[in-house]
């Protein structure tokens, strides 16, 4: 939109406040299944989807939305690898990776330049307008905020936070598929461990990564964890690519209505903003998926039918993933020391279609008792009096 325009209105029948993953996937399915919409789509960053790496398992998303989803993804393997300290395993289970770049082409293919705004932060929104630093004013039907997740005394959250570098090896480094976690290094700071993508023979993405009761991140350090772990693989380092750095929320309780309210009267939320994202993963890219499925298929968008149906499908949503924040207190709140890292240990453990559903947050109650299964990885009166506290208030 030429720079020329502040002050003046535009119209549009949807506005997307914010250009990350869950508007931009809106963008796209809208392009597609109702390309008769003139549809806006505004991010405060340089460019759309800003630097990020999004995955997802195989089972994350059913055959359509993997078609529709196709030219996102960047890189896709037929299995990916954990290893912890007492086992290791490879799951035949496919695995995915889509970045920032993918997303801002195929944004750029299906809308027009001039509906593609960046650069340029919102300063306020209601249900029909958004107004931009520069003082245009966008008008429209309806409005969708997804600038990510505020700060919130609503949810009941800790945190996925890593350092990640892209690099390029002197050799190649041998890895048939991912290594989402590799728990077999020193644990620190709650629980930690290495994931890593590789790209190519010698290009591979490494990521120094914490379940983490606190949000402080000390980039130096990681970088000093990556290099050190590139040396007990045996890897030369001989160029970073690209770094990156981030800090996933992981849920353990809190009120989504609450969480809702805050934001603006009537506007949609997608996205972190409205609490969509794997409670014990933290992986938002499936949640993104389904939601912008939701939205392209309503009968009307009017921004009353379209932030009910958003706060309507982002309560659902939380509330169907009770046992995931169990999970996650048991983790966060009942786990001492080291044992986070055997909770997860004892997780792969059970066979790959339980893994994969319990990824895809594929809730089926009878999974449950065999998640719990065996001998616990903590005390279960321990554990048991961790749940009741909680319950009841106390912290």
Not at 235 to 244: L, S
Request: net charge neutral.
């Amino acid at each position: 939109m030429p720079a020329n325009s502040a002050g003046v209105t535009h119209h549009f029948d949807l506005v997307l406040a914010g250009g990350g993953l869950a508007n931009g996937l809106i963008a796209l399915r809208l392009a597609e299944l109702r390309p008769d919409l003139k549809v806006a789509i505004v991010e405060a960053g340089p460019t759309i989807g800003g630097d990020h790496t999004w995955s997802s398992f195989g089972l994350d998303i059913n055959e359509e939305q993997r078609r529709w989803t196709q030219p996102l993804f960047a890189h896709r393997w037929d299995c990916y690898s954990v290893r912890f300290p007492r086992h290791a395993r490879t799951l035949n289970v496919g695995y995915g990776s889509s970045n920032s770049d993918m997303l801002a082409a195929a944004v750029a293919r299906a809308l027009p330049p001039e509906h593609i705004i960046t650069g340029v932060p919102v300063v306020a929104l209601s249900p029909t307008s958004v107004t931009l630093a520069d003082q245009r004013v966008l008008t429209c039907s309806a409005v969708i905020d997804g600038r990510g997740q505020k700060k919130t005394g609503t949810l009941d959250l800790r945190w996925q936070k890593f350092l990640g570098q892209e690099v390029e090896l002197a050799q190649d480094h041998g890895l048939a598929g991912p290594i989402i976690m590799d728990a077999t290094v020193p644990q620190a700071d709650g629980y930690r461990f290495v994931y890593t993508l590789p790209y190519g023979p010698r290009h591979v993405l490494i990521e120094d990564t914490y379940f983490s009761d606190g949000r402080d991140l000390a980039p130096e350090l990681l970088r000093r964890h990556i290099a050190d772990y590139a040396q007990v693989q045996g890897w030369q380092i001989t160029r970073v690519i690209r770094e990156e750095a981030g800090i996933l929320p992981l849920a353990i309780g809190g009120d989504i209505g609450a969480f809702l309210d805050e934001g603006t009267p009537g506007v949609a939320r997608v996205g972190l903003a409205a609490g969509l994202f794997h409670p014990v993963t933290g992986y938002s890219f499936p949640d993104a998926v389904r939601m912008a499925d939701m939205v392209a298929g309503l009968p009307s968008f009017d921004a009353a039918t379209i932030h009910r149906a958003c706060r309507d499908h982002a309560v659902r949503v939380w509330n169907s993933r009770g046992m995931y924040r169990i999970l996650n207190r048991m983790l966060f709140l009942a786990a001492q020391d080291e044992e986070r890292r055997t909770i997860l240990e004892r997780f792969y453990e059970h066979p790959d279609d339980l893994v994969g559903r319990l990824y895809a947050a594929d809730n089926r109650w009878n999974d449950w008792p065999k998640v719990f299964s065996g001998r616990p990885p903590i005390p279960p009166l321990r554990a048991l009096g961790t749940l009741v506290k909680y319950e009841l208030g106390i912290r």
